[in-house]
């Protein structure tokens, strides 16, 4: 900027020069040339043809340095000289260029040389409305109190234009209002603008007015400038607080926390300040929801302060009043209705108006035991209850014509056997979510009544009694249980009494009435009696009694008592003792005698063995232990002896073994003689032998006979008796010499025989029988529920009666032929 300017001024000074130089050589040529251009043109616009206006040649203005000298510092126009026309070289702005709203002329000096002339050129710029109205501020505030009177005026900021003339501000206008209008008051040139409320305002309806003012100029078109202006209504304590309702309900769950909000309160107050400050309070004292809920002054919140229960109350009321900090103050009041909601927090209550703890079994179904009653201090579907019981008790609840009343009753019929004791737990639920139970337990006891009569284990019971018993000794317990209780269940035993048959040998029992422990009178004996049966009644001690009787299987088990009887050789006096002959040219082998002997014994007690005690020669003779045959062993010589002493030794199996003697003295004659004396010895032996024969006989026949009678009543028995328990006794004559006994008797599912060593192939012998005892297969078939005859007994019977008849024939036809 400098630089610039200090070249200008060096321009101006030689220009000045040579103008000083010209006029001194020559006399000067000057002209005045006036020009109107507007402002803002754009740059190179013409001004006017200075050449053409001073009459100046164009074709000699370059020559002639046609030019301008002096003017405007920012050089706003320039010549051209090849036609000599003025134009704009730079924009041009009126209002920088000429401040005020005066004539804006500018003044130029032009200089052509040859001769030297010097021409004034005026150009006046005209203004253009190229500006708006503006405000110092783009914004004005003011503040006004709502009790201020219609009047009263407040002056505003005045805009500026810098156009001039008709350009310039002519006129102020304001936003369309109820309250407020614009007045113009005109000092000198300025135009001043005033606002003046026409209306009086209320704070509480506007509290706040925001208007805008336009200065408008008079351009073609006009410009306008605007300016924002905001009213602020002042406030005086002229309104109460107001509540936003006049009741408020709300609703709350019981047992809300304490301090959960239950609801807040809102009023305002249309005035500001503290005016509007409202403290909230309770309007009335003691009352019971002040103990419950409390109210924050500030906030008008209230939350719960105690605990709430629906049960207790329902519904609060409570009075709020609201008031503002003015002067005076103003408050205004609301009521807020506070329902509780009920929440299923009440358990159910059961109560037991009457029990019957004892009832007797025979009680019939539907026998109230009980009443009850039921409660839920819960309101609606929470307050529903339903009742049941524990499951698989024979009873039930019946509900009475009142809600929550219930009986209990008898289901089923009642067995105090069964179950003598119920714990009958009663549960009772209401409907709420979630739900809550409550349960309590009632004892019910089951009284006795005499339904059941007492009742043996084993019935009937098989009672195995070893022969010779002690008289006076007890032989079997029986027991029999009444499922009852108390005096229905003391059990007393009695001995049912026979007809006094020969067979009935109940009259040599007795029993003890309390114990049921049974005596034997007098010993029994296997050989006179085998088996027999009683009977034994157990009453109990109820009204009516009850009774039942058992049946006892008496099995007489054989002892050894009984010694061995020599049947044979037996002399005339009695004794055991024979005497034999036998040629002395017999062969070994041969058959001297057979010693036979018998045991009334049976099994093992009564199986025989035979041997030698004493014998003269050892080598001559042999005995056989089971038949009881001598035979010789070699044949005779000369050395032998003519007569030999054999004592045989006859004893039984049993545990303490029983024996008997016998001697047999054998003669070894010659040939001859012995056949003599044979004859005669026959003769007297078959007279001797008569009686024995005659004996032998009856016994076999009567042995044969009452088989053939234990065949057909076991044959009866099994057809007509619906028991098992059926004893029949066989007796078999071995086929080797000696008199053998089998007893075959049935209990439960099996048959026992009681037999000698050699007679039951195939069997198994069972322990604790003294090794006497042998399990038969048993082939009966039993129907169920009734008893039908085995085709394969009547086999049986018809295949072994022959057979049995042949073999004692047999054998009493060998004695025949001896």
Same mark, same amino acid.
């Given at each position: ?17 040579? !103008? ?19 402002? &803002? ?14 009459? %100046?040649?164009?074709?000699? %203005? ?8 002096? *003017? ?46 010097? /021409? ?12 708006? $109205? ?14 201020? %009177? ?71 078109? $006009? ?11 002042? @406030? !005086? ?71 709430? +229960? ?16 003015? =002067? ?26 009457? /029990?019957?703890?004892?009832?007797? &079994? ?85 009284? +006795? ?20 018993? #002690? ?22 035993? =009695? ?33 006179? #009696? ?9 009453? @109990?001690?109820?009204? $009516? ?44 082998? =041969? ?54 002493? %054999? ?93 053998? /006994? ?35 297969? +048993?082939?009966?078939?039993? *129907? ?18 022959? *057979?049995?008849?042949?073999? /004692? ?10």
């Amino acid at each position: 900027m400098e630089a610039g300017g200090q070249r200008r001024r060096w321009e101006y000074c030689w220009i000045s020069l040579c !103008i000083y130089f010209l006029l001194g050589i020559g006399q000067p040529v000057s002209a005045q040339i006036r020009y109107s251009i507007p402002e &803002e043109v754009k740059e190179g616009t013409d001004v006017g043809n200075i050449a053409k206006d001073l009459g %100046l040649e164009v074709s000699s %203005l370059v020559v002639r340095q046609f030019r301008i000298v002096s *003017g405007s510092k920012e050089e706003l126009f320039q010549i051209n000289q090849e036609n000599g026309v003025l134009y704009v070289h730079k924009k041009i702005d009126r209002e920088s260029l000429c401040a005020g709203s005066g004539v804006c002329m500018v003044n130029l000096k032009t200089v052509i040389e040859n001769p030297l002339e010097m /021409h004034y050129v005026e150009v006046e710029i005209s203004d253009i409305n190229d500006h708006s $109205p503006s405000f110092p501020e783009k914004e004005q505030r003011l503040r006004i109190y709502e009790n201020t %009177l219609p009047g009263a005026d407040y002056q505003l900021q005045a805009a500026k234009d810098p156009d001039s003339g008709t350009n310039s501000i002519r006129s102020y206008k304001l936003s369309p209002n109820d309250h407020f209008e614009i007045r113009v008051r005109e000092s000198d040139e300025d135009k001043m603008p005033f606002l003046v409320l026409k209306k009086a305002v209320d704070r509480e309806i506007t509290n706040t007015y925001k208007l805008l003012l336009t200065a408008v100029d008079g351009g073609n078109p $006009p410009r306008s400038g605007t300016l924002n202006i905001t009213i602020s209504i002042l @406030d !005086i304590n002229d309104n109460r607080p107001v509540f936003s309702r006049e009741t408020y309900s709300v609703t709350l769950s019981e047992n809300s926390i304490i301090g959960s909000m239950v609801v807040r309160v809102n009023a305002t107050d249309m005035d500001e300040g503290t005016n509007s400050d409202i403290e909230y309070s309770f309007a009335t004292l003691n009352s019971k929801g002040h103990d419950v809920f409390e109210l924050d002054q500030v906030t008008g919140e209230i939350r719960v302060k105690e605990e709430v +229960d629906f049960e207790d109350t329902e519904v609060y009321k409570l009075d709020i009043q609201a008031s503002d900090k003015g =002067h005076p103050p103003m408050s205004t009041k609301s009521r807020i209705v506070i329902k509780i909601t009920d929440v299923n927090d009440n358990r159910p209550e059961i109560e037991i108006t009457s /029990h019957s703890k004892n009832i007797p &079994e025979d009680s019939k179904p539907g026998t109230v035991i009980s009443l009850i009653s039921v409660t839920d201090n819960d309101a609606g579907i929470n307050g529903k209850v339903i009742c049941q019981l524990n499951k698989h008790v024979p009873f039930e609840l019946k509900p009475s014509f009142k809600d929550n009343m219930y009986s209990l009753v008898t289901k089923d019929r009642l067995d105090r056997e069964t179950s003598s004791h119920y714990d009958i737990t009663i549960t009772a639920s209401d409907l709420g979510q979630p739900s809550l139970t409550a349960s309590t337990t009632i004892n019910v006891q089951i009284s +006795d009544v005499n339904d059941n009569a007492p009742v043996f284990l084993i019935n009937p019971l098989d009672l195995y009694l070893m022969e010779n018993n #002690a008289a006076g000794s007890s032989i079997i317990s029986v027991s029999a249980s009444d499922r009852d209780t108390a005096e229905n269940a003391v059990i007393s035993y =009695h001995m049912i009494r026979g007809d006094g048959t020969h067979n009935d040998l109940s009259s040599f029992l007795n029993i003890n009435s309390e114990t049921g422990i049974v005596y034997s009178l007098r010993s029994f004996d296997f050989e006179t #009696a085998k088996t027999f049966q009683f009977h034994v009644l157990a009453t @109990d001690s109820g009204t $009516p009694s009850l009774s039942s009787n058992v049946t006892v299987n008496v099995f007489i088990l054989d002892q050894n008592d009984n010694v061995p009887v020599i049947l044979y050789p037996v002399s005339a006096n009695g004794s055991a003792e024979g005497v034999e002959e036998i040629p002395r040219n017999v062969n070994a082998g =041969h058959l001297v005698t057979k010693v036979r002997a018998y045991d009334a014994d049976i099994g093992y007690n009564g199986w025989l063995l035979f041997s030698l005690q004493e014998v003269s020669d050892h080598s001559l003779f042999g005995l056989d232990r089971y038949t009881g045959q001598i035979r010789t062993l070699r044949s005779f010589t000369e050395t032998d002896e003519a007569q030999h002493k %054999l004592i045989i030794l006859v004893k039984d199996n049993g545990n303490v073994s029983l024996s008997a003697t016998a001697t047999v003295i054998v003669k070894v004659v010659e040939p001859k003689e012995a056949f003599a004396a044979s004859d005669v010895k026959n003769t007297v032996k078959d007279e001797e032998e008569n009686n024995v024969t005659f004996y032998l006989i009856i016994t076999l026949g009567s042995v044969s006979v009452l088989f053939v009678i234990s065949i057909i009543v076991l044959t009866v028995m099994q057809c007509s008796k619906s028991t098992d328990y059926s004893s029949k006794y066989l007796q078999d004559t071995n086929y080797d010499g000696t008199l053998c /006994h089998s007893i075959q008797y049935r209990s439960g599912d099996k048959r026992y025989m009681l037999v000698g060593p050699r007679m039951s192939i195939g069997s198994t012998i069972v322990p604790g029988s003294n090794g006497n005892t042998l399990v038969i297969p +048993d082939r009966r078939r039993r *129907g169920s529920g009734e008893v039908r005859c085995d085709n394969n007994i009547f086999l049986y019977c018809f295949l072994l009666i022959p *057979g049995c008849v042949i073999i /004692h024939f047999s054998f009493l036809s060998e004695f025949f032929l001896r």
